[in-house]
């Protein structure tokens, strides 16, 4: 069965419009087919992306992802790569004998390209 919109009604129409104009791609119809919406890889990483920094926000830019992995339905070996586009620096320790990895966002703000030319340069 085909949405027409699939955002809650109660959101107001700027709000909609603007989620759906930056995370989906509109394929425009011909004749016969109305324009529809899709979600690429690279939109669904960007949406991912911007869920990650809003709880390294909440949670005052220190994430333990485990509980957030299976609700974005993300791979283990995923989630550290998006946390490091991001500028986070990953730590692991055992607890109750799990593993428990954290994200930390600290400044000054170092980006993956930013770490490989520092390391060319020495």
Known sequence: MYQENILPKAWPDILKQSLLNNFTLKIEGDGKKRASRCMS????????????????????????????????????????????????QIKSRVVNKVNVRTAHLTAPLLLPSQNLLSSKRK
């Open 41 to 88: 890889v690279r939109m669904k990483d960007k949406i991912i992306l911007h869920i990650l920094v809003l709880c390294l926000i909440v949670d005052n830019f220190t994430l333990e992802y485990s509980d957030i992995l299976k609700d974005l339905k993300i791979g283990e070996k995923r989630m550290p790569l998006l946390l490091r586009s991001v500028g986070c």
